[in-house]
């Protein structure tokens, strides 16, 4: 057995407990993220130089993860920002820069914009990365694209990486269109179903293991799984993702409404409500009234910005898993108006892993013949995934 394979038995053997000689978990278990190991997982960085690509749910209880490492004597030389920074407080698609935590004096490395992938220089001053972002189970959530190109870098130039697990609350679904890698971009990179299933650490396991990077075989990769885990479980994040996903909402209705942001519509940014409403000026499908405007640090220019807008409010609905119904409903309704629906095609496709779902839509298809038309794809995925699962 390989190395890396190894380590992580030892480690899940540690962490998720062994049940050769433990009671199974019940459901009083308190879920315990990798992270919150110390003990799996200190071992490993002792006399190393250690880079991170964080954010500010990487969490141990009230304390940021970055802080308990110092505490314990890690030799923490860099901080990789994603999407939306170090500490969370950029909008979608705004500028990261690299520059000085103000707090530690680590230095900050821009993952997110024109340098996706760390330099040369940047993995050649470390020994090991580590990752720790909170995810949620939408391939077009861009953390996993940066999870991706920090895999890529630790194997291209011999840096161990080490992903610490945390609930993807998402995690019962595997549902969607799988992508077409003719369509690979930043919110796309895997031939994954938009709803996958999977936590971080499988989907880093999957990677590799897929050989979806370049020199895969080289890559040591370690994981600290999820202790008292199951995909199943729902799961209440302790502090939001990002910005305009503010609560379990939001998260639940992401999979369904993220594909509105290739229309003109409205999702609810520049509101208390982001991805909670659905509204447009023109005419509406609902009566739910709200005016989107700046917010700083979440959405400075939202679409419809200092617009009247009505619509659909979906604050108290029952949300759950990927629902078509919406995009059907106000497509046809821009169809009667003969306005366009999909006013940015290409990332419609872009999100969707393919063109097939916007053509579905527009050419008036069912949601049960859409749904069908997926299914060869999410039975041979559901196969494929099966030996990188890491919990039941």
């Known amino acids: 057995m390989k190395r890396w394979l190894t380590i992580l038995l030892l480690i899940c053997l540690a962490a998720c407990g062994d049940s050769r000689s433990q009671q199974p978990s019940t459901a009083a278990s308190p879920v315990t ?146 992508l077409d890698l003719a369509y690979q971009s930043f919110v796309g990179m895997h031939p994954i179903p938009l709803l996958h299933g999977m936590t971080v650490a499988e989907l880093a396991l999957m990677i590799k293991g897929e050989r979806w990077i370049k020199d895969a075989d080289k890559l040591e990769l370690t994981v600290v799984p999820v202790a008292n885990y199951q995909r199943d479980m729902g799961y209440s994040l302790p502090v939001p993702p990002s910005p305009n996903l503010p609560n379990d909402q939001a998260i639940a209705l992401y999979p369904s409404l993220g594909f509105f942001e290739a229309t003109p519509l409205s999702i609810g940014r520049g509101t208390p409500f982001p991805f909670q409403a659905i509204g447009y000026d023109k005419f509406s499908l609902g009566e739910f009234k709200f005016t989107p405007v700046a917010t700083p640090g979440a959405a400075m220019n939202p679409p419809l910005k200092d617009t009247p807008s009505q619509g659909q409010d979906l604050r108290q609905v029952t949300a759950g898993g990927l629902d078509l119904s919406y995009l059907i409903n106000w497509q046809q309704l821009f169809t009667e108006h003969n306005e366009t629906f999909f006013s940015s095609p ?47």
């Open 33 to 178: 993220s990798g992270a919150e190991q110390l003990a799996a997982y200190l071992p490993l960085l002792k006399d190393k130089r250690v880079g991170l690509l964080v954010n500010q749910t990487s969490r141990i209880g009230q304390q940021h993860l970055v802080d308990v490492l110092l505490a314990n004597q890690v030799n923490i030389v860099s901080i990789f920002a994603p999407e939306h920074g170090f500490r969370g407080d950029h909008d979608a698609g705004a500028k990261v820069s690299s520059g000085t935590d103000s707090k530690t004096g680590i230095p900050l490395l821009s993952l997110y914009g024109a340098n996706k992938a760390p330099s040369a220089a940047q993995m050649q001053a470390l020994d090991i990365v580590i990752f720790d972002i909170q995810d949620v189970g939408v391939r077009y959530y861009t953390y996993i694209s940066s999870m991706h190109y920090l895999l890529q870098a630790a194997a291209e130039h011999n840096v161990a990486m080490l992903v610490l697990d945390r609930p993807n609350p998402n995690g019962r679904y595997l549902d969607g269109p799988v």
């Open 346 to 392: 290409g990332f419609m496709d872009k999100l969707a892993g393919g063109d097939t779902l916007r053509q579905q839509i527009e050419q008036g298809l069912s949601e049960q013949q859409i749904r069908a038309s997926w299914q060869p794809a999410l039975q041979a995925f559901a196969a494929q995934r099966q030996p990188y699962l890491l919990y039941p």
